[in-house]
């Protein structure tokens, strides 16, 4: 523990050393954030809402699947690293050291400039539950905290799947980004929006949807998309996404046994 | 099988790469198959605690790949291989916790932090208690010379005094047993000498076993009593490095000037003259004609000024000895 928190401290260290740096980055994550809900606010502008769906209920889905993207980007940017982890042979390090490979891949490298996009998001939060006048409860804080908590996980499994990649090619493949970044774009509004096969792939293979939206539909007391299923079901669904993250870690412990180190 | 329990033991450690060879272009893609190269076939040899071990041998020979065996960096094919009783990929985190590793030419510290954060975040990395980690980091410090330096980031520093901070990096836990793969590559003189002096004291006061791959001949000539030389994978020879360059040792040169000019009488069968402006140049094979016959001809061509004899460089040995192991 105390590793963690001093691993933590010496990234926030590294970031402040290159502080002007920082700051640019920070403003243009803030922008680029920014930019998405622009173009959200736009649709909703033109439409007045989607489907069922009104605007603050539009705006708090897209809220929510930001913030949590933005903190898991925060924490495993090591991850999105590790490709040049193995290219440069500094992966070696990793396995000299007395503690768990993939902790240490994941704390190597942090993002704090993705505060930028926390900050959007959470105003979109907020900005929404007041539009909607929504009652906070306890369970319902409770709920949004556990759901992102979830859906961080199962975020986190997938760019740990891209690592996992590096150790049998060399390149690391895109395809996963389809995923991750794919997934966080579609998943900004709510998954019965859509038909066919994206709809399965983010409900079925990549459960976004259960995990972070049918919580999120419950706090907003919609039932629609439970689709008959009693609300208190919802709270198991974030379970998916450390059991996602538990099977790509246990590859990912193969990978590192398969693993060929670079010559010096 | 059960290894000893303490210092290094290899038995039939074997590693094989495997990379795919693609046809080219794209159609390449399609006719790839799968070659084999050997890291390491079949090494044996045992380290006792506390030896310096050289690890010797041309590029590709296996070195690196030895060290990334018994650091638990890589997994073998087959064979078995302890460090202090533990099995290095087997038990990986407890292995690290008793070994050292430096790598010349890979940086561990983190790069843009003053070096003592990183040597605090090694600290809770390795577990070490408080005063224990302060004594130790005050024992480096002084002993490394890296006082002034400890505010100072890697990346601001010049190739010796980060091989210094790898170092002191690298001791803060106590480790029994230090790997170092290359690390006098690209160090200037004195850099050079300072570090070999350092590793001794480091091996004489702390009893830590040191096993080191350089190309550096005269590295291994001041540290290593005893050398294993690797090639193809295979290891090819363990023993001290001085009885093995004498097998190559076929030639010796002695450079001498005389007052006056000499007057050389019949020269003994297999030995050159030559003259190099004031001086001449005398080559023989010390097995085919005796030391004292050539110095007693060259006495009695005039009155010697200046007399050297020297060996043959200690790298042009290892090329000859390379070349007759079939390693170039």
């Given at each position: 523990?105390?590793?963690?928190?001093?691993?933590?401290?010496?990234?926030?260290?590294?970031?402040?050393?290159?502080?002007?740096?920082?700051?640019?980055?920070?403003?243009?994550?803030?922008?680029?954030?920014?930019?998405?809900?622009?173009?959200?606010?736009?649709?909703?502008?033109?439409?007045?809402?989607?489907?069922?769906?009104?605007?603050?209920?539009?705006?708090?889905?897209?809220?929510?699947?930001?913030?949590?993207?933005?903190?898991?980007?925060?924490?495993?940017?090591?991850?999105?690293?590790?490709?040049?982890?193995?290219?440069?042979?500094?992966?070696?390090?990793?396995?000299v050291?007395p503690?768990?490979?993939?902790?240490?891949?994941?704390?190597?490298?942090?993002?704090?400039?993705?505060?930028?996009?926390?900050?959007?998001?959470?105003?979109?939060?907020?900005?929404?539950?007041?539009?909607?006048?929504?009652?906070?409860?306890?369970?319902?804080?409770?709920?949004?905290?556990?759901?992102?908590?979830?859906?961080?996980?199962?975020?986190?499994?997938?760019?740990?799947?891209?690592?996992?990649?590096?150790?049998?090619?060399?390149?690391?493949?895109?395809?996963?980004?389809?995923?991750?970044?794919?997934?966080?774009?579609?998943?900004?509004?709510?998954?019965?929006?859509?038909?066919?096969?994206?709809?399965?792939?983010?409900?079925?293979?990549?459960?976004?949807?259960?995990?972070?939206?049918?919580?999120?539909?419950?706090?907003?007391?919609?039932?629609?998309?439970?689709?008959?299923?009693?609300?208190?079901?919802?709270?198991?669904?974030?379970?998916?996404?450390?059991?996602?993250?538990?099977?790509?870690?246990?590859?990912?412990?193969?990978?590192?046994?398969?693993?060929?180190?670079?010559?010096? | 099988m059960q290894l000893p329990e303490s210092g290094i033991h290899v038995q039939g450690l074997?590693?094989?790469?495997?990379?795919?060879?693609?046809?080219?272009?794209?159609?390449?893609?399609?006719?790839?198959?799968?070659?084999?190269?050997?890291?390491?076939?079949?090494a044996n040899f045992g380290i006792r605690r506390g030896e310096?071990v050289?690890?010797?041998?041309?590029?590709?020979?296996?070195?690196?790949?030895t060290v990334?065996l018994l650091t638990g960096i890589?997994t073998p094919?087959?064979g078995d291989c302890t460090v202090e009783g533990i099995v290095p990929w087997k038990q990986r985190k407890r292995n690290a916790v008793q070994i050292g590793v430096?790598?010349?030419?890979?940086?561990?510290?983190?790069?843009?932090?003053?070096?003592?954060?990183?040597?605090?975040?090694?600290?809770?990395?390795?577990?070490?208690?408080?005063?224990?980690?302060?004594?130790?980091?005050?024992?480096?410090?002084?002993?490394?010379?890296?006082?002034?330096?400890?505010?100072?980031?890697?990346?601001?520093?010049?190739?010796?005094?980060?091989?210094?901070?790898?170092?002191?990096?690298?001791?803060?836990h106590e480790p029994s047993t230090l790997f170092?793969?290359?690390?006098?590559?690209?160090?200037?003189?004195?850099?050079?000498?300072?570090?070999?002096?350092?590793?001794?004291?480091?091996?004489?006061?702390r009893g830590t076993t040191v096993l080191?791959?350089?190309?550096?001949?005269?590295?291994?000539?001041?540290?290593?009593?005893?050398?294993?030389?690797?090639?193809?994978?295979?290891?090819?020879?363990?023993?001290?490095?001085?009885?093995?360059?004498?097998?190559?040792?076929?030639?010796?040169?002695?450079?001498?000037?005389?007052?006056?000019?000499?007057?050389?009488?019949?020269?003994?069968?297999?030995?050159?003259?030559?003259?190099?402006?004031?001086?001449?140049?005398?080559?023989?094979?010390?097995?085919?004609?005796?030391?004292?016959?050539?110095?007693?001809?060259?006495?009695?061509?005039?009155?010697?000024?200046?007399?050297?004899?020297?060996?043959?460089?200690?790298?042009?040995?290892?090329?000859?000895?390379?070349?007759?192991?079939?390693?170039?």
């Amino acid at each position: 523990m105390r590793y963690v928190v001093q691993a933590v401290r010496m990234n926030l260290r590294r970031a402040a050393q290159y502080r002007s740096s920082f700051l640019l980055q920070t403003i243009a994550q803030l922008i680029m954030t920014g930019g998405d809900l622009w173009a959200v606010l736009m649709l909703l502008e033109r439409f007045g809402g989607m489907g069922h769906w009104g605007r603050y209920e539009i705006l708090f889905f897209f809220g929510a699947m930001h913030l949590v993207f933005s903190f898991t980007e925060i924490a495993d940017r090591g991850l999105g690293r590790f490709s040049s982890m193995i290219r440069t042979g500094s992966f070696d390090t990793v396995l000299v050291r007395p503690r768990g490979a993939l902790l240490q891949v994941m704390l190597a490298e942090m993002d704090p400039r993705r505060i930028g996009s926390i900050l959007v998001a959470l105003t979109s939060l907020i900005v929404a539950s007041r539009g909607l006048a929504l009652r906070w409860t306890a369970a319902k804080i409770l709920l949004l905290l556990w759901s992102a908590m979830g859906t961080g996980c199962l975020m986190m499994g997938l760019f740990l799947l891209e690592a996992v990649v590096c150790f049998f090619s060399v390149q690391s493949i895109e395809i996963v980004n389809v995923l991750t970044y794919g997934g966080r774009q579609v998943c900004q509004y709510p998954m019965d929006l859509y038909t066919g096969w994206i709809r399965t792939l983010f409900t079925a293979v990549v459960p976004i949807a259960l995990c972070l939206q049918m919580p999120v539909s419950v706090i907003l007391e919609r039932q629609e998309m439970l689709a008959g299923m009693q609300p208190g079901w919802v709270w198991a669904f974030p379970l998916l996404g450390p059991c996602v993250f538990g099977l790509i870690a246990l590859i990912w412990m193969a990978g590192v046994r398969h693993y060929r180190s670079t010559g010096t | 099988m059960q290894l000893p329990e303490s210092g290094i033991h290899v038995q039939g450690l074997t590693k094989r790469y495997r990379r795919s060879e693609g046809g080219k272009g794209l159609l390449g893609l399609f006719g790839r198959k799968t070659v084999q190269t050997d890291g390491l076939i079949d090494a044996n040899f045992g380290i006792r605690r506390g030896e310096i071990v050289g690890l010797l041998g041309p590029n590709g020979a296996g070195k690196s790949t030895t060290v990334k065996l018994l650091t638990g960096i890589l997994t073998p094919d087959g064979g078995d291989c302890t460090v202090e009783g533990i099995v290095p990929w087997k038990q990986r985190k407890r292995n690290a916790v008793q070994i050292g590793v430096v790598f010349g030419q890979r940086m561990q510290l983190w790069w843009d932090v003053p070096i003592l954060d990183s040597f605090r975040l090694l600290r809770d990395i390795y577990a070490i208690p408080g005063e224990r980690w302060k004594k130790r980091l005050d024992e480096l410090t002084e002993a490394l010379d890296l006082g002034e330096l400890l505010s100072v980031p890697i990346r601001q520093m010049s190739l010796g005094q980060r091989m210094r901070a790898e170092l002191c990096g690298s001791l803060l836990h106590e480790p029994s047993t230090l790997f170092l793969d290359e690390p006098t590559i690209g160090l200037d003189a004195v850099s050079k000498l300072r570090l070999r002096e350092f590793l001794k004291s480091e091996n004489e006061k702390r009893g830590t076993t040191v096993l080191l791959t350089t190309h550096d001949m005269a590295d291994m000539q001041a540290l290593c009593p005893r050398v294993l030389v690797l090639g193809h994978g295979r290891l090819l020879y363990d023993g001290a490095l001085n009885t093995l360059l004498r097998r190559y040792d076929s030639q010796h040169r002695v450079r001498c000037s005389f007052a006056g000019e000499p007057a050389f009488g019949e020269a003994p069968r297999g030995l050159t003259v030559k003259a190099q402006e004031s001086e001449w140049e005398i080559v023989f094979q010390p097995d085919q004609i005796p030391v004292d016959e050539v110095l007693r001809w060259l006495l009695a061509a005039g009155q010697v000024r200046e007399m050297t004899l020297t060996e043959q460089p200690v790298d042009e040995l290892v090329a000859e000895m390379y070349a007759d192991l079939h390693l170039t």
